[in-house]
């Protein structure tokens, strides 16, 4: 069972587009498995299975089923009986913000991915966006872009970037582990 469970945390590690091995890394992995399944693992449950707590770990088979899921496996029982992930494809149960729909102009999203980067967005109306801060990242302040769709736990796609004067196409944030953001508020200038 301890060589299953080692082999599931790899796999995991392997989809979330990190290597887990800290404190902080641990806590951005709990928020992704919440962000893409919808349960809430504690970051100190992960650090258990990981062997980052040297305490015995005997795991509840529902907290394998949940990083089974996270991986594409229907449950811990395919994931242990060799079968192939599900096919990725199907309706999105992220946290997500649709241009015009969940956000009116002037409207702010803080945007999250790793190693660490935070953008602040406004935006401007018909799927447009300005980059109001940006902190670790190519992106600054001023950059226009437009998004239709951003959807928590995947990649984050900015068209027709216009940065420092230049047009840039396609951009992506949180390429292989994906973005995540908070909830958008109505900033009056």
Known sequence: MKELIRKLCGSVEKYAGIEVRTARQFEYLADRIESRTGVSLSPTT????????????????????????????????????????????????????RADHNVRIGDEVRVFWHPGR????????GGKWRVKEAEGTRLAAGDTFTCQLIVEGEPLYLDNLSHEGKEYGVYVCGRKSGITFEAPCQKKD
């Open 118 to 125: 935070v953008c602040v967005i406004r935006y401007l109306g």
């Open 46 to 97: 992960l650090k258990r299975l990981w062997g980052y707590l040297n305490e015995d770990v005997r795991p509840r088979e529902s907290t394998l089923d949940v990083l089974a899921t996270f991986c594409g496996w229907r449950n811990f029982k395919d994931f242990a009986d060799g079968r192939s992930p599900e096919i990725e494809s199907g309706n999105v149960g992220a946290k997500l913000i």
